[in-house]
T-cell receptor
């Protein structure tokens, strides 16, 4: 069973702070990694993708990947109350099926 | 741009009833998926279709069947609903491994 693990939270941060969300995965051969944001009662939406080791920045979001340690993280700078949501990590494992496997998600609360 | 459209949005079934959840995408994606989401359990894959004419079981297929009617449409059928199938169901399609989700169907089985 290929697993994707996330701390369920909630992670509570003050407005303007950096929120750090982490994800570990079990399949060392995984190649593609994604972060989805899901507001309460809504469907997940893709916010970041990362494929190689290092950092990838998009606005206030930075995805970080370390394949040797098998973890991927999402940093949200200058957190806003509108960032309050559940963040899902998804991994495309090796083996040819290319199906996204999702973690259980981390609930983020940004308080004013 | 409609993206991925699911119907219905809400449904209440009695135990033993059957129903079909409909999903259609207009993005010309080959791959389509059905997930269920339960509190604390994340998204669990029920069935997927890598291309028109093919379907495969995911992590939790028991009690469900699927049909990939054409490239656009991928339906999920509950033949005899059980309370354990109370959940939120999401259909998704993907391109380059990036998944795009429908708005979800909230199903309650009583």
């Amino acid at each position: 069973q290929k697993e994707v693990e996330q701390n369920s939270g909630p992670l509570s941060v003050p407005e303007g702070a950096i929120a750090s969300l982490n994800c570990t995965y079990s399949d060392r051969g995984s190649q593609s990694f994604f972060w989805y944001r899901q507001y309460s009662g809504k469907s997940p939406e893709l916010i970041m993708s990362i494929y190689s080791n290092g950092d990838k920045e998009d606005g206030r979001f930075t995805a970080q990947l370390n394949k040797a340690s098998q973890y991927v993280s999402l940093l949200i700078r200058d957190s806003q109350p509108s960032d309050s949501a559940t963040y899902l990590c998804a991994v495309i494992s090796s083996g040819g099926s290319y199906i996204p496997t999702f973690g259980r998600g981390t609930s983020l609360i940004v308080h004013p | 741009n409609a993206g991925v459209t699911q119907t219905p949005k809400f449904q209440v079934l009695k135990t033993g009833q059957s129903m079909t959840l409909q999903c259609a995408q207009d993005m010309n994606h080959n791959s389509m998926y059905w997930y269920r989401q339960d509190p604390g359990m994340g998204l669990r894959l029920i069935y997927y279709s890598a291309s028109e004419g093919t379907t495969d079981k995911g992590e939790v297929p028991n009690g469900y069947n699927v049909s990939r009617l054409n490239k656009r449409e991928f339906s999920l059928r509950l033949e005899s609903a059980a309370p354990s199938q109370t959940s939120v169901y999401f259909c998704a399609s993907s391109e380059s491994f990036k998944a795009f989700f429908g708005q979800g169907t909230r199903l309650t089985v009583v």
